[in-house]
């Protein structure tokens, strides 16, 4: 069963999500989730489900503007620097800033083993 936008917005803290925002990271989770690694088809859409949730989490708390979480900032002149680059996405670092993807970490550790994902 193909996991919908449906699917992920009944998921906790993600009913407001639109239905175009569900839809795009789940078109992007197909990328990024396999289902040669994840199978049954059961714990592929669960790992899915997992992934997109992080990836909208992570849209809501930082917006797509910015690189991530704040780790330095100054106000005269602005400055701003991210915690998480753009070259960390997918990392083990990207994932591990919401619950949902240190559940896709936990998940993936006990289908792929002990890994560090690294872009």
Known sequence: ?????????????LSAVTTDDANFWLGLAADFVSDAYFTPEATHDQAVKLWTAHALTVQINAGMDSAGPVRSKRVGDVQV???????????SEWLGSTQWGRLFLQMT????GNVTLAV
Do not use: E, H
């Open 1 to 13: 069963m193909a996991v919908t936008a449906a699917d992920i917005q009944a998921m906790p803290g």
């Open 81 to 91: 620097g991210f915690a998480i680059t753009d070259a960390a996405i997918g990392s």
């Open 109 to 112: 550790r006990r289908y792929l």
